[in-house]
């Protein structure tokens, strides 16, 4: 692979051939383009980009947790634009905007693929080392979750703004673009707090002596330091010290609730643990036969553990190949571009631990350096076969088409998973047994079918279908990170109560008002939780323990405002209503139903908790006061 001399001939041909790779992009949506929101946080999306002022996105807001009024305003200005041209479509499917934010989520990705480019080339790789960079990052499948998942416009932003800081950065020579740099870097944290991974990739840079990758002509390797000394290379990070320190400091106040107790116990266990999550994040780039939207598995805690020795062997072993199969004067080089992988992974490398142990999003940064390193093993290699220099540049150039192909078709079918929530879910519950999220969440995916069912057969079916993911999921290592254990608890509670399993249905209520201290049990479950202890007790031929729970169910629902909760409210109100009818007393059965229908009859007709409504009041007597 040829290297180029500077960075003045980094868009010259042939090298500016190879951005035209970029074209092969929208394999990565090909599948899922019109598909609809996926129910994972996209919801999310449609509120945020809807509400308030175009200053609103600006301030921190305490329900999002997390701050990125940049991808906000990205957001809302795909929707207005949409809005825009297409009023009629709009108010027909207020949702119908996804396929746009789609698109622009597309297009952020080949700009962050072009700066990608850009940074390689100013490394000094050569136009098919950095096309092969170029190809890995912009095609592999891994990055489908990026593009194809609408919410993810906070993680491609970011991509573009690192990789133009970084790029910027590494030959900046005067105050005004180490300023502009630092802009950039800036920006990327306004967009998603992983920024905050281009920092050490930054300071290893530094650190290793600003390595280059060197010219197939051997020209010199030194790097270009700018000011001399280590003196400069503190002047140069310290306002980037500075950023990072203060946006790391808000981001500990602002997502302090989203952090959860520390992975294993201990940070001796994050640490084992993650050389685990680093070796499959390089088995998935390298063979991507195994990516899910979700990644399950438990903590290491000992040394002595087997599952740890087996993959920092691995992982060790790989980096040493590749460090030994570099040009030695380019192993500086090949190093820079594994610390570049492992660096920019730091924020979500579980030392402040997060709902997820590992995610393809979380990589995207990370990607460019682990492809580095790769490819420069691989020209390394290529160039010891001993070929004429020509047929070497021809294999090369070879290669990096064929790899480009395979890469395209994988990202082809990897897609069309993203094109509804069911197909991503199941996915990941087959490829993911041990994920809490993805049994859970495909257990909830089988729920919605189950009662869109009108076939009672078919609808069991899918009921037991449901409750074998719940189990899976609840039993899953991965469980006690799972934020909305009370709900898991409750939907297999009322699976149970569909099939017969009263007091199954009675453990798993009194399990959902029994979380861990670090997850609240809301106003809403504890009305479900009492309604289902209520619904179990009944069947059972309990009425007086069914009054005190229904009763109870209705007092903590009491004064909640949300459709769904008034809906719940009322359902629960029907069942008392049931228990006093049986008990004979028709007068108060009869008084209760009437105040359920009156707050049926209340929710609107645009909420989604409609249907529910008019389904309750359809099973009304007719004697039921309007």
């Not at 062997?313 to 040493?320: T, Y």
Request: hydrophobic share 50%; with cysteine; aromatic share 12%.
């Amino acid at each position: 692979m040829e290297s180029a001399s500077g960075p003045a001939e980094t868009l010259q041909p042939p090298a500016k051939r190879w951005l035209l790779l970029l074209l092969l992009t929208p394999a990565l949506l090909w599948g899922c383009w019109n598909g609809p929101f996926l129910r994972f946080d996209d919801p999310m999306i449609f509120a945020w980009s809807g509400t308030g002022s175009w200053s609103d996105a600006l301030r921190y807001h305490p329900d999002h947790q997390f701050f990125f009024p940049l991808t906000l305003v990205s957001l809302r200005l795909d929707r207005v634009i949409f809005e825009s041209l297409f009023p009629a479509q709009s108010a027909s499917n207020p949702e119908a905007w996804v396929t746009l934010a789609r698109m622009v989520n597309l297009l952020w990705h080949a700009a962050a693929s072009a700066m990608v480019w850009m940074v390689a080339r100013r490394l000094g790789a050569g136009a098919r080392l950095a096309a092969f960079v170029l190809a890995a990052f912009a095609l592999h499948p891994s990055a489908c979750e990026s593009v194809c998942w609408a919410i993810e416009r906070k993680n491609v932003l970011t991509g573009f703004f690192c990789f133009l800081a970084f790029c910027i950065y590494l030959d900046a020579r005067s105050f005004k673009l180490h300023a502009l740099a630092l802009l950039a870097y800036g920006a990327a944290l306004l967009a998603k707090p992983s920024a905050l991974g281009l920092f050490p990739v930054v300071i290893m840079w530094e650190v290793l002596g600003r390595p280059r990758i060197n010219s197939d002509a051997g020209t010199s390797a030194s790097a270009s330091t700018g000011l001399a000394g280590w003196k400069g290379a503190l002047g140069r990070v310290a306002p980037w010290v500075l950023l990072t320190a203060a946006f790391t400091a808000a981001n500990l106040i602002w997502c302090a609730k989203s952090f959860l107790p520390t992975l294993g116990g201990s940070i001796w266990a994050v640490a084992l643990t993650d050389v685990e999550v680093l070796r499959r994040y390089v088995q998935n780039f390298i063979w991507p036969v195994s990516l899910s939207f979700f990644y399950g598995g438990a903590p290491i805690t000992s040394v002595f553990a087997g599952r740890f020795w087996i993959n920092l062997l691995a992982l060790v072993g790989f980096v040493a190949a590749t460090v030994f199969l570099s040009e030695p004067r380019n192993r500086r080089a090949t190093l820079f571009g594994w610390a570049w992988f492992a660096s920019a992974l730091g924020p979500c490398l579980n030392f402040l631990t997060i709902t997820f142990l590992m995610q393809d999003r979380y990589a995207y940064l990370s990607a460019p350096g682990l492809w580095l390193a790769v490819g420069l093993a691989a020209q390394g290699g290529v160039s010891r076969l001993g070929a004429a220099k020509v047929r070497v540049s021809r294999l090369a150039a070879l290669g990096v088409l064929g790899l480009a192909a395979a890469w395209t078709a994988s990202s082809f079918v990897r897609s069309a998973a993203f094109n509804d929530s069911m197909q991503l879910f199941a996915d990941a519950a087959e490829k993911e047994p041990q994920s809490c999220y993805a049994q859970i969440f495909y257990a909830q995916e089988l729920q919605v079918k189950m009662r869109a069912l009108e076939d009672p057969q078919a609808a069991n079916l899918f009921a037991g279908h449901a409750i074998a993911a719940f189990e899976a999921g609840l039993a899953a290592p991965d469980f006690e990170r799972y934020l909305h254990q009370p709900d898991a608890h409750l939907d297999l509670g009322y699976l149970y109560l569909r099939r017969g399993r009263f007091q199954d249905a009675i453990t798993q209520a009194d399990a959902a008002l029994l979380p861990p201290p670090w997850i609240p049990v809301l106003p809403g479950q504890w009305a479900r939780a009492e309604r289902l202890h209520g619904m179990a007790v009944y069947r059972m031929g309990n009425l007086p323990q069914a009054t005190a729970h229904f009763e109870r169910a209705m007092a903590h629902a009491e004064g909640e405002t949300r459709d769904e909760i008034v809906v719940l409210w009322a359902g629960t109100a029907l069942e008392l209503a049931a228990v006093f009818e049986r008990e004979g007393n028709r007068e108060k059965a009869r008084s209760i139903r009437a105040t359920a229908a009156q707050g049926l009859r209340s929710i609107p007709d645009t909420s989604k908790a409609h249907a529910a409504a008019l389904k309750m009041l359809a099973t009304l007597p007719p004697s039921t006061p309007p």
